[in-house]
């Protein structure tokens, strides 16, 4: 069962607003009443001081017993409707804070669905689109060239003797050399191009709007790991690890292309 969403803040304005409205007033109600019993009280000092008949002071203190009285209720409205603002306050203040709560809640999940999504279609160890990511780039690249007839080249890049760096500097060094790769590609690629891990050692790549068979060519002799050595040198941590790779690049409409 689904927890039953909180009052919106702005529902409660209403109730807190007379709340405020009905404090201002019996603080009126009071400072009048108090004012009224001081002028009572003024007039009886008067009277007494005069020698005024007893009847007249008389009369004159049952007057300021009445004000007086009066003032106190006032002052207990006063209490009781201080104490219900306050409770209105605290409400408002609990309910604003569980609205808080609740978006928190939404960001985190929203941000635990995001990861979640992330990991799905991307390779744990490169953070490369993964095999289903990249086929779904590729089906769109290919509709578009479709579209507008564009020329779509994809490659395929083997790294050359991966498993013998595996087994003479260990598999800890063998992940640093596809997370270089992987790092080297992303930086090298066009906007637009797309890089991915299909598994292992091999990284395709989809480059649409390929301009033509020498382009590209000359584009994947530049492409990492090569970047204008046959072998360039990978260092991690303590190992120093050699790697090239091997191209196969086929292209819509063409034949296919290997360097």
Known sequence: MSPSRPEDPAAATPALHAALDQSEKVT???????????????TLQKDITAGAPTAQVQRTIEKSEAVEQKVQEAAAELVEVTTALAAEVDEREALEGHVLEMQSDLLRSQSAEAASRHRALHDALTNLPNATLFADRLELALEQARRHEWRLAVMFLDLDRFKHINDTHGHDIGDRVLQETAERLTAFVRGGDSVGRRGGDEVPGAAPRGQGDRSVHELALRSPPASGSRSPSMTCASASARASASRSIRRTGRARISC
């Open 28 to 42: 009126v109600k009071v400072e009048e009443a108090a004012h009224e019993l001081a002028a009572v009280n003024t």
